[in-house]
């Protein structure tokens, strides 16, 4: 096993490496307005918590589906974004209207999740606890960093504005990106 030290830089790098674009998302979804609090942290919970479920099977080589298919997840928000873009709607209450809708958009946008969380946790053998708590404790960093992005004046002026067309975008961007991988990788 790696010592605690390197296998905490592990996991901060690789969390951070995997959910720079969620700090968007949750920006977003806070700034929506159309949510709780406790609906985005308990949806973005849950969601990493399957990531991290899934990361771990596939690390013990349990899973059949090869790593790159988990991309086709992205067909999810390239729909919602769509669907909110045709609407003119700002997409929140169709892109996420509940914890459950949190939940499908930080799982459909956890491909790059995977992808490097199960080298870690299989490089980090029982260490892997670490891991997962390091990650339960920067889910709840980020979840306050998205919440005072979203509640920064500019963000809420840019949100009010161009909200309609810039939350759904990101969700038509992150759906392409992961169907992308899918293809190419």
């Known amino acids: 096993m ?14 951070v490496a995997t959910n720079l674009d969620d700090l968007v998302i949750l920006a977003a979804l806070f700034g929506s307005r159309r949510l709780t609090n406790a ?8 969601g990493i918590a399957v990531l991290v479920a899934i990361s771990g099977v596939v690390a013990v080589g349990l899973a059949a589906v090869p790593g790159r298919w988990v991309g086709l997840f992205g067909v999810v928000p390239l729909a919602l974004g769509i669907r909110a873009l045709r609407s003119g709607d700002d997409g929140s209450h169709a892109v996420a209207s509940s914890a459950a809708g949190v939940f499908a958009i930080t799982v459909a946008n956890g491909a790059d999740n995977v992808a490097v969380y199960v080298p870690l946790f299989r490089s980090a053998g029982w260490g892997t606890v670490v891991c997962v708590a390091a990650f339960a404790v920067l889910m709840a960093v980020w979840l306050v960093i998205g919440a005072f992005v979203a ?25 392409v990106v992961l169907l992308v991988g899918v293809v190419v990788g």
Do not use: E, K, N
């Not at 609906?39 to 849950?46: E, K, M, P, R, T």
């Open 39 to 46: 609906q985005i942290a308990l949806g973005q919970y849950l």
């Open 151 to 175: 509640s920064r004046a500019p963000v809420v002026r840019l949100l009010d504005r161009w909200g309609r067309w810039i939350i759904p975008s990101v969700f038509v961007v992150i759906g």
């Open 2 to 15: 790696t010592a605690l030290p390197s296998l905490l830089a592990a996991a901060v790098g690789a969390f």
